[in-house]
């Protein structure tokens, strides 16, 4: 019977260490994907659109009610940060965005007047600017 037991125990021991390399092995590969995968893109809502001279301020949140927690998470880790958005002709365009802490799911791009169009209702899609 002692050598029954000593043979699990080895057998357990065995697969501790195929499971912890396996975990390793995905994690790694997981790291990679991230670091190589396309910039996380979000469909979003012009609510309010306001332009003076140089300065193009629009206030947003999600297209989609579902959006709203990828929006959310998008604004805290980006806030006061670049990014990229698409209007409906297809181009790409800088601004920066920053979280409306007093409102919930909501955000300001900011960008040069006349760099874009945007109005109110208008769909875009939003994205981290790539590093430079």
Not at 11 to 32: C, D, E, M, P, T
Not at 56 to 83: C, M, N, W, Y
Request: one cysteine or more; aromatic letters at 6%.
């Amino acid at each position: 019977m002692n050598r029954n037991f000593s043979l699990r125990l080895a057998l357990i021991a065995i697969l501790a260490i195929l499971g912890i390399a396996a975990l390793f092995v995905r994690g790694s590969a997981a790291r990679a994907a991230a670091q190589t995968s396309p910039p996380r893109v979000i469909a979003c809502r012009a609510l309010e659109v306001h332009t003076t001279a140089q300065t193009t301020l629009v206030i947003f949140h999600q297209r989609e009610k579902q959006d709203h927690p990828k929006v959310s998470e998008f604004l805290q880790a980006h806030s006061e940060g670049a990014v990229q958005f698409q209007t409906s002709d297809g181009a790409w365009h800088e601004a920066t965005v920053i979280r409306l802490k007093s409102c919930f799911g909501r955000g300001l791009l900011i960008f040069p007047a006349g760099k874009a169009k945007l109005a109110e209702k208008d769909a875009f899609e939003l994205r981290a600017a790539a590093p430079k």
